[in-house]
């Protein structure tokens, strides 16, 4: 073929020649293109040179797949794609690429660092970057995690990693906890949650990923991490972390999960702070593949889930993992800096109560901050120097009574403590100032710009959602629902000051194909809500340029987790990937351009978790998982290092979308 094509030609050959695998309809590479392009028209004619019009991308559809039954036992216990994805062109035609999950390791596994080595992938480390070790285990081997969770994918214009052949990219990934102890003792919260940069060597034809390096972060200037959950990438290509469950610093006494992450990080009991734990951790990227990490103290101290920075690069709305959740909202004085700004919590105006209810909002002021004065705050004070916390009516008119975490508190602020309550004490003062606290466990959250519409992941519609206790009162299945906010500017907070902000939240509705729906009675395989629709919403992103909503699963109510596609035009859910039973779908991150290439990123954690009842001798009763249970568990074990490793990886077959 001649190699003075014109550039849309060549971009389309592109196109063709980044699918990793080769499509499904059409038989071989040649022919495939030959379709794809509309034909041979590379022929011009006798007289007069024509220059062939490129058939183009007009849109993407997924095929899906069943869920799999004990039948396919072997599909249930590993991660299992049967989907495919369909380019139809501007020709009328189309081509069909199969769909395959790839690991880049699982936990546990030794994999290159760079320098000739080898590391051990999700292992954990001290303050001092010493492995902590697993004093329950004979050997005492590094504890390492079976919990992998938010990523980002992203590239650096001056990346310079030893090793790689083709393109350079990084991949940011955390790890949010390790389930047990070689002794089986849950080992939840009581780690430091590490987070890695990895290398990847991007093939430059097929756009297939290959880690050459992996590098922990130290997150020593950061006093280590708690609990990281959801992930996202910022407009300005860095890693926006997580740190959910903030610990309550008024009863941190008792609290001895607290107690022994503290002795696990810095090998005393008492030295771990709380007021440090619950903000938002951001990563970014060295060129050599190493990375460095800050957290903002001034966006709240809540259950941070998976944030979303909108196209403005100052607004940030914010998932709240917690019962009596809020919707926060964090406006930045300065676009791609989220070092100062103003806190908003949400209240939820009813309209409707049935099948998740709906709402208009408006937005609280909690207050204004940089994130190094609310830090030298976090430094000095204690729960008492901030706010006075009773569990029992005072039966003292000083005194609000606020609902939190599930139970009731009556609260006072001290004077002159504003500030350190609505930056230290979020949760507590978002509900005195009058905020709708009664969200139960808001997952993901992200945002289709061009329709200017925000998506959040309720994942359980449990008590604090129907009792009213956080002003918030509707009917709505336990499995779940995705809301969807349209985005304004010109709103005003509960002051009646300008917000300086053109995406906020104006209102909030489900989305009505991702309602979960809760089955009467268990199905044949032990399902409690229908595994043909979504089970317990968690990540979610959104695809621009394939105009789809991805939703990964974490599920009490499905035997397998899956991954959905969900497509805004045309309002079809789609099933693209199981994950092992007893596993959570995690790491979720749709890109649409790395080099030319897109990306569905996808982890999963604690597989083979089993949620089942004993009876006294230990036999099994009932539960989710009890009709599974007794054949899956030996070959999870046998793929996942008996349930202490999990999957980070990705989904390949996607083509070419420029």
Known sequence: MSDHLDPSRRRMLKFISGAPLLPLAGGSAAAALLTACGGDNDTPSVTSPVTPTPATLSSVTFSGMAAPTLAEAAKMATTTVGSSLVANYSDGTKTTYTLKYEAFFITGAMVPNGSGGTILSGGYYDINNKPILDKTDAAQRQFFSDCPDGSSLLTLPNASVAGVKGNTVFAVVQFEYTTR????????????????????????????????????????????????????????????????????????????????????????????????????????????????????????????????????????????DATNGGLFMFVADKARDLSSGTLYVAKWNQKTADNGGSADLTWVKLGKATSAEIKALADSLKAADIIDVKTADPSDATYTKIPFSGKTNWVKVKPGMEKAAAFLETHRYAALKGGSLGFTKMEGTTVNAKDKIAYSAMSYIQAAMKNGSGGISIAGPNAGIVYALNLKGGQKDDTGAAIDSEWVPVDMAPVPALIGEDLATPDALGNTANPDKIGNPDNIKFSEKLRTLFIGEDSGTHVNNFLWAYNVDTKTLTRLLSTPSGAESTGLHAVDDINGFAYIMSNFQHPGDWEVTKDASGNVTGGLHSKVMATLDPLIRANYRDRYGAAVGYLTGLPHLN
């Not at 991007?202 to 297939?208: M, N, R």
């Not at 050599?288 to 941070?304: F, L, Q």
């Open 181 to 320: 102890n070689v002794k089986g003792d849950s080992m939840y919260g009581m780690l430091p949650s590490p987070i890695a940069v990895l290398t990847l060597d991007q093939d430059k034809t097929t756009g297939a990923l290959t880690l050459v390096k992996y590098h922990n972060v130290d997150t020593s200037p950061a006093n280590g991490l708690w609990i990281t959950c959801g992930a996202s990438r910022s407009p300005w290509n860095t890693h926006l972390s997580s740190e959910e469950y903030e610990p309550d610093a008024t009863a941190i006494a008792t609290n001895t999960q607290f107690q022994n992450f503290s002795t696990n990080l810095f090998g005393d009991a008492t030295k771990a702070n709380p007021y440090h734990y619950g903000h938002l951790p951001e990563v970014t990227v060295n060129p050599d593949g190493t990375g460095t990490i800050k957290k903002h103290y001034c966006m709240g101290r809540i259950s941070h889930e998976l944030v979303q920075v909108m196209p403005d690069e100052r607004t940030t709305l914010m998932g709240d």
